[in-house]
């Protein structure tokens, strides 16, 4: 498959990005092969020399060389190399040899050297930065010694920053791509239990999520805040975040559901649940008002909640030419982004807000929240409307919830 072929170019590092059972061991063994072997099986390669590393010894033998897609199924047998248990060592007829590193002894790269290598599942390795610097030292024969990284992505540093480096090319596939060669019933149960999660887009669809510094929310936080039941709550919202411009190009209007329910410890404990984001993009101010307005008779919403600072009158104009009778709540938000947001992500903080299915959107712009503003791209409106619902659920205390009122 195409994510599965060496990029054309002069690069130092491919790295396949794919999800679980995407092909990525194929992948590796079938560009061994193709380095170390010539037209003839006798003929050199190549690469007369590699590394195979894994995260452990028994990895590298049981999943890169013995493995139902590693090195030896993948090979005819006038090619098959032949496995020295005593050097840790795959031996081609050829005389190209691979010998087998284990990730959690970089110690083990310092002397050796090669002219290319095979790194598999990177992001899971314990020492990941000491072993890939041992292993750039030891990239130091042939002309042009190349690494293939075939891992399923994770946030560590390492793996971002080889990602960034100008000498990396990438290929990237979701599980769904080597689905013919997957059991129906695997598909069919991890697409039940994680579509629509942080940990589904980054296992099967091959997503690198990365915290960034200083973010008012992260990956963990929101994975603890997921749920598949949606409650029943006592009072739902529809907020509305309009953009400044309309068109074509103009910014998101943010458009959240949300909902409060008692949490069973007094009239104070209050759960909100995220229900929805209906966020839209070139709408124009009649099209983002009906979705809203659609929302709210889809999940029989007690109240609209529209920030005004953008357009004013004109909000309110709009979504009343379209319901007269919507009860409205307008909003003018007087302090920063990130002041209104910090006290939203505390009630994350305390287990308090729980998020239904399909925000994944929603939940990638709240990671790009910080503390010293937005560090995504465009305006974060999604996540403006999902503090405006929250807010008028949970922090300005409704009536029948007195003891909130000091949050």
């Not at 075939?150 to 971002?160: E, G, S, Y």
């Not at 998020?355 to 791209?377: D, N």
Request: some cysteine.
């Amino acid at each position: 498959m195409p994510h599965q072929q060496p990029p054309a170019g002069d690069w130092r590092t491919w790295v396949i990005l794919g999800g679980r059972g995407a092909g990525k061991t194929r992948a590796g063994a079938e560009w061994v092969r193709g380095v170390v072997e010539g037209p003839r099986p006798l003929d050199r390669g190549r690469c007369k020399r590699l590394a195979l590393i894994g995260e452990t010894q028994d990895q590298v033998r049981e999943v890169m060389i013995f493995g139902d897609s590693g090195i030896m199924a993948c090979s005819p047998p006038d090619r098959r190399p032949v496995w020295r248990a005593s050097r840790k060592c795959l031996v081609w007829p050829n005389g190209a040899e691979a010998m087998a590193f284990s990730a959690h002894e970089p110690e083990g790269l310092r002397g050796p050297q090669f002219d290319g290598a095979w790194a598999d599942e990177l992001a899971k390795w314990k020492k990941s930065q000491d072993t890939w610097d041992m292993l750039q030292f030891a990239l130091r024969l042939g002309e042009k010694p190349q690494v293939c990284v075939t891992t399923t992505p994770r946030n560590v540093a390492v793996l971002k920053r080889l990602l960034q480096s100008p000498s990396t090319v990438t290929t990237h596939a979701p599980t769904e791509a080597n689905r013919a060669n997957l059991a129906k019933s695997f598909l069919e149960e991890v697409r039940a239990r994680y579509a629509g999660t942080r940990l589904g887009r980054q296992e099967l669809d091959g997503v690198l999520f990365d915290d960034v510094e200083g973010a008012l929310w992260t990956e963990e936080l929101l994975d603890g805040a997921r749920t598949d039941e949606v409650p029943v709550c006592g009072r739902i919202v529809v907020a509305v975040d309009p953009p400044a411009s309309s068109g074509a190009g103009a910014d998101t209007c943010g458009i959240v559901v949300a909902g409060v329910r008692k949490g069973g410890q007094g009239t104070g404990d209050l759960r909100a649940v995220v229900l929805e984001d209906a966020s839209v993009q070139g709408q124009g101010p009649t099209g983002w008002a009906r979705v809203a307005l659609g929302a709210m008779q889809r999940w029989s919403a007690d109240r609209l909640v529209a920030e005004v600072n953008q357009g004013g009158d004109m909000v309110e104009a709009v979504i009343r030419s379209i319901d007269p009778d919507v009860p409205l709540t307008k909003v003018h938000a007087s302090r920063g982004k990130v002041a209104r947001a910090e006290p939203v992500a505390a009630l994350y903080e305390q287990g308090r807000v729980s998020h239904a299915p399909g925000l994944e959107q929603l939940e990638e712009q709240m990671c790009r929240m910080t503390v010293s503003g937005f560090e995504g791209p465009g305006s974060p409106d999604r996540v403006d409307a999902l503090v405006w619902a929250l807010t008028e659920l949970v922090l300005r205390a409704p009536k029948w919830a007195p003891s909130l009122r000091t949050l």
